[in-house]
């Protein structure tokens, strides 16, 4: 069914039909809307058996959404920015647990200074504490990267938090034409959660969350990498069901037009449309350009990034968010590392862009691209780390 319909709007839809049990809700923009729907819909009684939780902070939103899912409860919450922060020891936590719970982070700048509009800071904050993460260009891929997360997250090869990620405002508050699923179609996709262990369970008593001497903890922490590196495997398995389903989707990222590139984008979220429609302009000019759109961010798919960009000249690495290591953001440091780990020996140049919402225009990519040609056929200079429209 083809409907007009905000993106927060389409994610509650997703997340209903997914059927949570527990659903740890509190407020911050720009997912404020998710949760709001949610409200609603639990109200009405159109989310079979759930329990809607007003907690008192996102760190409550996480931990109860742990103690649910330590129980045996399918559990999901959302959040953004600061409140992402907020529950950064339970966000720990939940992955070291290995508990499938999902989450929405609808991506929003981290202050000072306070600003409410769209950046990766927040999601990319995370990077390194366990959770898979997927991002969205749209709404419809919103709603689609959801209803796909739990068959990740609750796959006995993967067992981890899956964080959702959708670009606040962009996706959360735009309006835009999504095909929505038939209810029974996700419910059949999506599947009933049995977990093997659970603290209720009174034949299987068990102990969650103990103390780990160095014995054991070392091996526990390769335990959570070995649980990521599976769900790349997983994650392209339900995106092949999904596809059947639905014929929409792609699995760790998607190649627009790279075939036979001399020059490449990497970018993810909402600003790859952007990069598309700056690609098609320039391939009615004749120019060899195309665009790696990554989607799946953790795990990160550096064997697979490092192949689909084996036969273009140079790559452009775009990130929305600062690392503050001197030599780009998150993407401008893991990128050329995979390259060079996998004998990759092109040009890589890492672009900083749209931080705090700044906009990012289909000129904008054009003249990356200009940039990038003129470095590899005329010798041109490039700085490898810059800002794309810094005022000075």
């Keep these: 069914m083809l409907k007009q319909i905000e993106g927060s709007q389409g994610v509650a839809q997703a997340v209903a039909l997914c059927r949570p049990e527990v659903i740890c809700a509190y407020p911050i923009s720009p997912q404020t809307h998710i949760v709001e729907a949610l409200g609603n819909l639990t109200r009405k009684g159109q989310i079979e058996n759930c329990e809607y939780i007003n907690v008192e902070s996102e760190f409550a939103a996480m931990s109860v959404a742990i103690g649910a899912s330590v129980a045996g409860a399918r559990a999901y919450t959302a959040t953004a920015s600061q409140g992402l922060l907020y529950m950064v020891e339970a966000v720990y936590n939940a992955s070291g647990l290995g508990l499938p719970i999902v989450m929405t982070v609808a991506n929003r700048a981290i202050g000072a200074p306070i600003n409410i509009w769209n950046d990766h800071s927040d999601a990319m904050s995370q990077r390194d504490s366990g959770w898979i993460q997927i991002y969205a260009e749209n709404n419809q891929e919103a709603y689609d990267n959801f209803i796909q997360a739990y068959p990740i997250a609750e796959d006995t090869r993967v067992h981890l938090p ?3 990620c959708q670009d606040g405002f962009i996706t959360s508050h735009a309006v835009e034409n999504i095909t929505l699923l038939e209810d029974e179609a996700v419910k059949d996709f999506v599947g009933e959660y049995h977990p093997e262990e659970f603290l209720l369970n009174p034949g299987k008593p068990i102990a969650v969350g103990p103390y780990s001497v160095s014995n054991y903890a070392m091996e526990a922490k390769k335990n959570q ?5 599976n769900s790349k495997e997983v994650i392209k398995e339900v995106a092949k069901k999904y596809k ?19 020059y490449i984008m990497l970018i993810m979220g909402s600003a790859a449309g952007t990069a598309k429609e700056a690609v098609d302009e320039l391939r009615a000019e004749g120019k060899k350009v195309g665009v790696l759109k990554l989607r799946v961010f953790r795990p990160f798919p550096s064997e697979e990034i490092a ?5 273009c000249k140079a790559v452009a690495v ?12 998150p993407l401008g440091s ?3 590392a995979a390259l060079f780990k996998n004998k990759v020996m092109i040009e890589a140049v890492n672009y900083i862009y749209g931080l ?3 906009d990012f225009t289909i000129k904008d990519v054009k ?3 200009a940039e990038l040609e003129d470095m590899i056929e005329n010798g041109k200079t490039v700085e490898q780390y810059q800002y794309i429209r810094l005022r000075g």
Excluded: H, Q, W
């Design 318 to 329: 775009m990130d929305r968010c600062e690392s503050y290591n001197g030599n780009g953001g």
């Design 307 to 311: 192949k689909a960009l084996a036969n």
């Design 225 to 229: 990498e070995v649980a990521l590196e």
């Design 244 to 262: 059947e389903l639905t014929g929409r989707g792609f699995e760790l990222f998607e190649e627009y037009k790279t075939e036979d590139a001399d």
């Design 334 to 336: 893991e990128v050329p």
């Design 367 to 369: 003249d990356v691209f």
């Design 356 to 358: 705090a919402g700044r």
């Design 162 to 164: 899956v964080m959702i």
